[in-house]
């Protein structure tokens, strides 16, 4: 997967001092935006699986009229669950890699306007 700055290559140290504070509270904020995604992904799918064993307790529970029912929603949910865990697992390796590679950007712009704050004195 290609980012942005795989696409667009950016000298730091040509950018202002506004200009790097901008970037670390952007790369600071999509951090956080990926780990909120990640713990929705989560969620959602937690109650997806809860959904699906409880339809599949109730309808149990009328077993004698409906068995059929049972087993052939139990293969599709079957089916489901595991497409939804691999979409899952998926949609969570690509945060990662998405939050890896703002917090590496972070701590290198970070590091740059370090270096100009301490050659500039405090702000």
């Known amino acids: 997967m290609k980012t942005n700055k795989d696409q ?10 506004e ?6 509270h952007f790369f600071t904020e999509q951090t956080k935006w990926n780990a909120n995604n990640i713990l ?11 959904l699906m064993v409880s339809s599949l307790t109730l309808l149990y529970t009328f077993q004698g009229k409906v068995i059929a029912l049972v087993i052939g929603l ?8 595991i ?22 950007r972070y701590k290198e712009i970070f590091r740059m306007h370090f270096k100009y704050a301490e050659s500039k004195g405090a702000d």
Request: a positive charge; aromatic letters at 18%.
């Open 8 to 17: 667009f290559p950016i000298d730091y140290s040509k950018l202002n001092k």
């Open 19 to 24: 200009d790097r504070r901008w970037l670390l």
């Open 40 to 50: 929705s992904s989560l969620a959602i799918y937690v109650s997806v699986i809860s």
């Open 74 to 81: 139990g293969v599709v949910y079957s089916f489901l669950l």
């Open 83 to 104: 497409f939804s865990t691999i979409n899952f697992f998926n949609a969570k390796r690509l945060f990662s890699q998405l939050a890896k590679g703002a917090d590496k």
